[in-house]
């Protein structure tokens, strides 16, 4: 058998799996759960790897599972990621009543896809054709919320680190990885769904912020009080005020939430807490802008004779898909999606903990567009479901028959010619040192 009669082969068992994939896609779709706390997610995967008889190691990042098909020969490993967490957005028609999670950035379509392709080369007998090894993962907690809960689980020693993938880096997850590969779902007004190849996207610093004031009566005696609450809305103000230097190019990010505002209406607010990312392109436009934001938000305390606690916590770094192995997916995207539908990208300035991966390793990370309404709002939905559970693993298993075919030479290239920026060990010492503020 030659390499496209194999791609044919894998993509035909891909859409005749079409009803379990979505069916998958739907299971965990329905019982959303946010990152570090995906347990029923994390037993609905350890389930379909049983189904398919693919031994499995759990508990990577608390809920994250590993699974290896091992090839002819074991000359590189790529790993294809699918993540478990969703975000919270109570007014999805599909959010959790209690936590108010929903999967309205697709991670269901991710996970139901590694599945698809696992099961496809497992059922085709792909692997033995194939000079590498295909790790599929489940991981968790891609997106960087519940900063407070999760930084108190930082200090309790329960987590190194507030992303999935940092923290599974840490753990050794990637030590036994070469390459590695996700997709994210995108919106698009294409019906016919479109594949965005993918470009480099933001990093951030993750920030908790803190105002103490002084408590006293609202309307009897305010002069007694220092008002928390005046002090961060201030603060707030004053990064507002700085954003006209914010550069374009370097694309920057300051989107605080409030989750302690006060705890009575009659007496002067105390105490407030805000969390937030400042997100920008580059490592250097992160340090300069988050030093001006820290600024700003001081200031707001210093007005009002408040004082203002700021812990900047390690966020992701930016994405750096490599070109080589952008190739290769390219090629089979337009194979699937059609010349027209399949789409560059330009920088993005959301932030995704691939990026700490691209810093270790060569990466990619498409997009898919086969959503209707807004990434992370009320109105998502999956519109395009072949798109979804079809095309998309369809490009994801063509790219590993193309990078481990033939000895994995291909996989074997762009490894040799990577240039990492950290190995696991500068890379943990590089985000514990940010924390320790060295
Ligand atoms: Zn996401
Ligand atoms: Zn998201």
């Known amino acids: 058998m030659d390499k496209e009669q194999l791609k044919k082969r894998v993509c035909e068992a891909i859409r005749r799996n079409f009803a379990e994939t979505q069916a998958l896609g739907h299971s965990i779709f329905a019982e959303p759960e946010l990152g570090f706390k995906e347990v029923k997610t994390s037993a609905k995967v350890k389930a379909a790897f ?37 975000i919270v ?64 689980l930082r200090k309790e020693g ?23 590969m996700m997709m994210h779902v995108n919106s698009t007004k294409n019906p016919n769904g479109d594949f965005t190849v993918g470009a480099s996207s933001n990093g951030f610093v993750g920030k908790l912020i803190e105002y103490h004031g002084r408590a006293a009566h609202a309307a009897g005696c305010p002069e007694e009080g220092i008002n928390a609450l005046n002090a961060a809305m201030l603060g707030v103000m004053g990064v507002n005020a700085i954003r006209e230097t914010f550069r374009d190019s370097d694309c920057v990010r300051f989107h605080p939430i409030i989750n302690a505002g006060g705890d009575l209406v009659n007496v002067i607010p105390d105490y407030v807490k805000m969390e937030s990312y400042c997100r920008a392109a580059n490592v250097e436009a992160l340090a300069h802008y988050n030093s001006a934001i820290n600024r700003a938000l001081r200031a707001g305390g210093a007005a009002l004779g408040a004082e203002c606690v700021i812990s900047d916590l390690p966020g992701y770094l930016p994405l750096r898909p490599e070109p080589h192995f952008r190739d290769v997916l390219r090629a089979n995207a337009h194979e699937i999606f059609g010349d027209a539908n399949t789409v560059e990208g330009e920088h993005s300035a959301g932030s995704t903990d691939m990026g700490d991966v691209s810093h270790l390793m060569p990466v990619v990370h498409p997009w898919v567009g086969c959503v209707s309404g807004t990434l992370h709002g009320a109105d998502y939905k999956v519109f395009d479901e072949e798109t979804a559970y079809v095309k998309s693993p369809e490009v994801l298993a063509m790219t590993i028959i193309d990078l ?19 190995t696991k060990e500068t890379y943990v010492k590089f985000l514990e040192d940010l924390t320790s503020g060295k």
């Open 89 to 152: 957005c109570r007014k999805h028609e599909a959010s959790d009543p209690v936590t108010g999670a929903a999967h309205c950035c697709g991670h269901n379509v991710q996970i139901a896809n590694v599945l698809a392709v696992a099961r496809a080369l497992k059922e085709t007998g792909a692997m033995e054709l194939l000079g590498g090894d295909v790790v599929f993962f489940a991981v968790p907690a891609e997106e960087y919320v519940e900063i407070d809960y999760r930084s108190g």
């Open 404 to 422: 481990l075919w033939d000895g994995a030479e291909a996989a074997d290239i762009i490894c040799r010619e990577f240039k990492p920026v950290f």
């Open 158 to 180: 329960k987590l190194r680190f507030l992303g999935g993938k940092q923290q599974i880096i840490a753990e050794g997850g990637f030590d036994d990885v070469d390459l590695a």
């Open 50 to 86: 049983d189904a398919l008889g693919i031994a499995h190691e759990d508990g990577w990042g608390h809920t994250g599972v590993k699974a290896r098909l091992k090839g002819a020969n074991s000359t590189r490993t790529i790993a294809l990621l699918g993540e478990l967490d969703a």
